[in-house]
C-alpha cells in the first residue's frame, strides 16, 4: 500500500517550497499581491496536510481509480499555486513547467 501511495504521490513542488526558492531581492516579492499568494499557498498546503489518508479507499472495487482521482487534482492546485506565486512574488519569465493551463476548464474533453 506505502508504495502505491509513493507513486501516486506526483512530482509537483509544493508552492510553498517554489515560492521560498524565489529571490526575495525581486521587487515584486514584498508587493501585498506577493504576499496575498504565498499566504493562499501556505493555506493550501496546511489543507492538503490535513486530509484524510486514502488507504481505506484502496479496500473498495474503485478504490484506486478514487485516490488517483485524488491526487491528479492536488497536482494540478500545487501548479495553480506555485504559478500563482511566481507571476506574484517574480518578475522573471513563467518557467515552461509552470506554463499552460492546469485547471480542469482549460482541459476539453476528446471525442474520437
Do not use: N
Not at 485516490?67 to 500545487?78: D, F, N
Amino acid at each position: 500500500m506505502s508504495a502505491l501511495a509513493a507513486a501516486l504521490s506526483g512530482c509537483a513542488t509544493s508552492p510553498v517550497d517554489y515560492g521560498a526558492s524565489l529571490s526575495q531581492q525581486d521587487p515584486k516579492w514584498a508587493s501585498p499581491q506577493c504576499q496575498q499568494a504565498r499566504t493562499a499557498a501556505s493555506d493550501y498546503a496546511a489543507r492538503e496536510q490535513k486530509h484524510p489518508g486514502w488507504e481505506f479507499a484502496a479496500l473498495g472495487p474503485y478504490g484506486l481509480g478514487i485516490i488517483a482521482a485524488t491526487k491528479e487534482a492536488e497536482q494540478k492546485q500545487r501548479k495553480l499555486h506555485a504559478r500563482d506565486v511566481h507571476l506574484q512574488c517574480s518578475s522573471l519569465p513563467l518557467p515552461k513547467a509552470l506554463q499552460g493551463d492546469p485547471s480542469p476548464a482549460g482541459e476539453k474533453a476528446k471525442y474520437p
